[in-house]
């Protein structure tokens, strides 16, 4: 049985940084897609970031350029996203998903296995 498990979110005051992990067990990690959704209240979940199986190719929506960082350890099976300079805009849940091969794709549709999510907070 697939596990994603996400973990690092909570209450962060504006301009401040949080890194997510998404710890995955039950299939193999090393040869699959990885991304980054999220979604506000009221709003789709979209893609933040996704990362191809070997780390060769990122990708990052424009509201995540330059902020946050996707990484990911095969040895440990994890996935990460570094975020820094967070606003109230960034508050949303938000999940991590694997897709079933390799290369990015940037529609959920995609992806076949979610984490529970993880609340993000950013509030003064």
């Known amino acids: 049985q697939v596990q994603l498990v996400e973990s690092g979110g909570g209450l962060v005051q504006p301009g401040g940084s949080l890194r997510l992990s998404c710890a995955v067990s039950g299939r193999s990690f090393n040869n699959k897609a990885m991304g980054w959704f999220r979604q506000a209240p009221g709003k789709e979940r979209d893609l933040l970031a996704a990362i191809n199986s070997g780390s060769t190719n990122t990708y990052y929506a424009h509201s995540a350029k330059d902020r946050f960082t996707i990484s990911r350890d095969n040895g440990q099976n994890t996935l990460f996203l570094q975020m820094r300079s967070l606003s109230a805009e960034d508050t949303a849940v938000y999940y991590c998903?694997?897709?079933?091969?390799?290369?990015?794709?940037?529609?959920?549709?995609?992806?076949?296995?979610w984490g529970q999510g993880t609340q993000v907070t950013v509030s003064s």
């Open positions: 998903a694997m897709r079933s091969e390799s290369d990015i794709r940037y529609q959920k549709e995609n992806y076949a296995y």
